[in-house]
């Protein structure tokens, strides 16, 4: 199946620092979206991103759609302690049936006061 | 709007029992639902897909007869672990979406216990 790389795995950061991470498919993707989830719950979506070279914003979240289509990266501004969890990109390809997504690893964050 | 919930949130059972798990889309009508399956600090792993009125399709290595799933209406899957035993213990989490969108909608997820 596909492989979806996400990096980095984990971060431990300072509250008020910025975050970035990115996801690497290898092969094209038509659609990324940006997930998190928090301790026993499910993932909740933050952003979703649909034509190659896509920046968007949700607040102090900003995901941006690869030019190569291939990747995607989300950055966290001016992070806080409930910005804590495991982040997961996820992306669909041009075989995807039914609307399947393909998953990466997570990044699990860790924010200190 | 795009709320997914699960029902239990929470459940043990014993070995050789059957476990049932329901999905339900609240605000939209979820033409495809997927069924998820995730160990302790790992990513989702699908199990299924299914549409609305059709069989669902499997993922390679996943027991369709231990696995039973029914897409019966627009809003409601349900998954049922036949059978249980303890290596089926864990995380599993729904996700649900419309037709025009690529987008899922996860549900809070629903975590067995086998015993």
């Known amino acids: 199946g596909q492989q979806l790389n996400q990096s980095p795995q984990s971060m431990f950061i300072q509250e008020g620092e910025d975050v970035s991470m990115n996801c690497t498919s290898s092969?094209?993707?038509?659609?990324w979206l940006w997930y998190k989830q928090d301790p026993g719950e499910g993932p909740v979506l933050l952003i979703a991103?649909?034509?190659?070279?896509e920046l968007t914003s949700n607040g102090r979240l900003t995901a941006q759609f690869g030019i190569t289509r291939k990747d995607s990266f989300l950055n966290i501004s001016a992070s806080i302690p409930s910005d804590v969890g495991i982040y997961f990109c996820?992306?669909?390809?041009?075989?995807?049936?039914?609307?399947?997504?393909?998953f990466g690893r997570g990044t699990q964050l860790t924010v200190w006061p | 709007g795009a709320v997914v919930s699960q029902h239990p949130s929470r459940v043990i059972c014993k070995s050789g029992t059957s476990v049932k798990i329901e999905c339900r889309s609240l605000?939209?009508?979820?033409?495809?639902m997927f069924w998820y399956r995730q160990f302790p600090k790992q990513s989702l792993m699908l199990m299924a897909t299914?549409?609305?009125?059709?069989?669902?399709?499997?993922e390679q290595g996943v027991e369709k007869d231990k696995f039973l799933i029914n897409h019966a209406s627009l809003t409601l899957s349900t998954l049922t672990v036949t059978s249980a035993h303890p290596e089926d213990s864990s995380f599993y989490i729904c996700?649900?979406?419309?037709?025009?969108?690529?987008?899922?909608?996860f549900g809070p997820g629903t975590r067995l216990t086998v015993t």
């Open positions: 299914s549409n609305e009125g059709s069989k669902a399709t499997y």
């Open positions: 092969s094209i993707f038509n659609t």
């Open positions: 996700s649900a979406k419309y037709r025009e969108s690529y987008e899922q909608y």
């Open positions: 991103l649909y034509k190659a070279g």
């Open positions: 605000d939209f009508q979820a033409t495809t």
């Open positions: 996820a992306g669909r390809d041009r075989g995807s049936t039914l609307g399947r997504l393909y």
